[in-house]
């Protein structure tokens, strides 16, 4: 069975860090790239970062470049959201998905219409 399961969400002020961890279970990880969503309320989901397991190859939004940092445990089947310099437009429930490795360039996995496996989110909440 496919599991994603995020964790770290939380209420945290403007200019602080939290870090969102994506465990992932029942299939080769190193086959996938890993990409963080969000979904702030009354918008649509948007990818934010996103990895490749095998090759590292990250990619960022615009919104986030500089102050997200994407990793990848490959040994724990585990990516990473490292964010910094929170502001009150980063509210939103996060996920993380799964996306079957496509030779497509760096941005492909922060596509909704390429990954392959979601998991159910957690919240993350930036006061001012």
């Known amino acids: 069975e496919v599991q994603l399961v995020e964790s770290g969400g939380g209420l945290v002020q403007a200019g602080g860090s939290l870090r969102l961890s994506c465990a992932a279970s029942?299939?080769?990880?190193?086959?996938?790239?890993i990409g963080w969503f969000r979904q702030a309320p009354g918008k649509e989901r948007e990818g934010v970062s996103c990895?490749?397991?095998?090759?590292?190859?990250?990619y960022y939004a615009d919104s986030v470049k500089g102050r997200f940092t994407i990793s990848s445990d490959n040994a724990k089947n585990t990516v990473y959201l490292q964010m910094n310099s929170l502001k009150p437009d980063d509210t939103a429930v996060y996920y993380c998905a799964a996306g079957q490795y496509r030779p497509y360039g760096s941005r492909w996995c922060v596509l909704n219409r390429f990954m392959d496996y979601w998991g159910k989110g957690t919240l993350v909440t930036v006061s001012s």
């Open positions: 990895i490749s397991s095998s090759s590292r190859t990250t």
């Open positions: 029942g299939f080769t990880f190193d086959d996938y790239a």
